[in-house]
């Protein structure tokens, strides 16, 4: 939360402005869209899928990562198309306009880099076959080359290139050359960065008035695993990275080659890769939020995504059923001890090295995937000797992530070995519904919503009933065995208005988000603020 002094209070206009602004007026500023409707023959709406990432992109299809790296180095503007992605497809979905795929929810990992990112996407677009070099839909085939349009805010997929009209931010993610996540290639926005100035001028004034209505009371942090993230929240108004997340860091492919290696092989040569790598990452990370807490998520690769492309005799022995219920988090932490102890060195390394250039870093460490108590001692242990070995000074604060329905049980068990507790309500929603993150939102959710059996996607706003109840109530047990405990939101619901209406009622202190939703959060925070 924000340690400045009160604001001065608001006058009626400027808290009138705040409650008027509607966070759909805010979408359209931050997001590019479509000139004019879909309609002409050689525009045909080919599907509709699930609006995952809002903004309109044109460009031509590339079925898989070769075809869009192929495509895209010969100047072509490309929609990377898939039946679902992995972080080995990272590298094409950075210089992709947009990104379809056939699978997936919101929570699944194309919804969740295309946010961060400012990508839009369309995904569980189950009308779509993708085959090798094209995709069908019916007995249509689209092949690689071939125009087509997606609009991330509705979901809809139409044959043909479509005008679009850019965002005020300077158009739709990296593929397409934003402005904002461009602006500062490989370094971070430094310590004078004017939160919220990438917006219009009248924009950023509103959202300078929501800010302080919540100062002291509720903050906005970001999601950002990168120095270019971090820039990029920054300037939209984040006040510190709620959640880094450390796997992300190794998602090119001769970087994912580094956490293959150590996972299958555990400790050898390659620790030292991984610590020198994530030291660098981490130093530019700090020195984007300097002065601003940054949240570094310790290592949770699921394995299915982070095994693929290895040596299939050697990732046998890790083949899951059930990959996301499998080795994970903290689970993977302790099989693998090394890892932690090689992201805390580099981490403790990259701090030493911002504070000897005069930077003022805010590093904080959290443990991943909980469910027992003896898992996180056993963790925050080893963070602890792995930071004194580093001899880096006092050890930044603890927390862990509360994304299993059994931490949220014994919550003031956990509260009582941390100083403050983040609430992966991805996770969490998955297990308490049992919905899958990747496979239910056309084939289940979407049915149920229009025959009125949900209210709304539940991973998309957050349960009230079910996962805030027990939000809330882990909140009270947290609170009650550490009364210093901060607590907050890191899933995707960060972004939710709804949801961030949800935290403040809750008492949360804050939540984290896409960058280019970090707007929408602080609007919507001070909006139930002003309600309450």
């Known amino acids: 939360m924000s340690d400045s002094s009160a604001p001065p209070e608001l006058s009626d206009r400027q808290r009138r402005a705040v409650i008027d602004l509607s966070v759909v007026e805010l979408i359209e500023v931050l997001h590019p869209t ?45 929609i990377l198309v898939a039946t679902e992605t992995t972080p080995a497809d990272v590298a094409a979905m950075g210089l992709s306009a947009g990104i379809l795929t056939a699978r997936g ?32 839909v019916g007995d249509r085939r689209i092949a690689n080359g071939m125009p087509i349009s997606i609009d991330g805010s509705t979901g809809e997929v139409t044959l043909g290139n479509r005008e679009v009209a850019g965002s005020a931010v300077g158009g739709p993610g990296r593929g397409a050359g934003s402005a904002v996540a461009g602006s500062r290639p490989g370094g971070g926005a430094g310590a004078g960065t004017e939160p919220g100035s990438a917006l219009p001028a009248e924009i950023a004034e509103v959202l300078d008035w929501a800010d302080r209505v919540a100062a002291g009371r509720f903050a906005v942090l970001a999601n950002a695993d990168t120095a270019a993230d971090a820039a990029t929240a920054r300037e939209l108004g984040a006040q510190g990275i709620g959640l880094c997340r450390t796997e992300h860091m190794f998602l090119e492919p001769d970087r994912l080659e580094i956490v293959q290696h150590v996972v299958l092989r555990g400790h050898d040569e390659h620790i030292d890769d991984l610590a020198t790598a994530q030291r660098a990452d981490f130093r530019e990370l700090l020195a984007a939020m300097d002065g601003l807490p940054v949240t570094v998520r310790l290592l949770d690769a699921p394995m299915h995504e982070f095994l693929a492309g290895a040596d299939p005799d050697e990732a046998a022995q890790w083949h899951e059923h059930n990959p996301m219920l499998g080795v994970r988090g903290v689970r993977l932490g302790l099989l693998r001890p090394e890892l932690y102890a090689a992201q805390v060195e580099a981490l403790a390394g990259a701090v030493a090295d911002r504070r000897a250039a005069g930077g003022d870093p805010r590093a904080q460490i959290m443990v991943p995937l909980v469910s027992t108590v003896g898992e996180l001692s056993a963790a925050v242990g080893a963070v602890r000797a792995a930071w004194e070995g580093a001899d880096a000074g006092e050890l930044p604060p603890v927390g862990t992530m509360i994304e299993t329905p059994r931490a949220c049980l014994i919550a003031g068990e956990l509260a009582s070995g941390v100083e403050f507790a983040s609430f992966g309500t991805n996770d969490l929603t998955q297990m308490v519904f049992g919905f899958s993150r990747d496979d239910t939102a056309a084939q289940v959710i979407a049915p149920y919503v229009a025959d009125g059996l949900l209210d709304a996607d539940p991973f998309a706003s957050l349960d009230r009933a079910g996962v805030g109840e027990l939000v809330s109530s882990a909140m009270e047990r947290g609170r009650a065995a550490n009364r210093g405990l901060r607590a907050g939101i890191c899933g995707e619901h960060g ?14 202190d804050y939540v984290s988000c896409s960058p280019y939703r970090v707007p929408i959060a602080r609007l919507a925070a001070a909006q139930a603020l002003l309600a309450t």
């Open 34 to 78: 479509f000139e004019s409707s879909s309609g002409s023959p050689e525009m045909a709406v080919l599907t509709t899928g699930l609006a995952a990432s809002p903004g309109a992109a044109s460009g031509v299809v590339a079925v898989g990562s070769e075809a869009a790296l192929d495509l895209a180095s010969a100047g072509s503007t490309v």
């Open 495 to 508: 972004g939710d208005p709804a949801s961030i209406e949800f935290a403040v009622q809750a008492g949360l």
């Open 105 to 136: 929810g919101l929570a699944s990992h194309a919804a969740v880099v295309a946010r961060g990112w400012g990508i839009p996407a369309v995904c569980d677009a189950r009308e779509i076959t993708v085959e090798a070099d094209c995709f069908t």
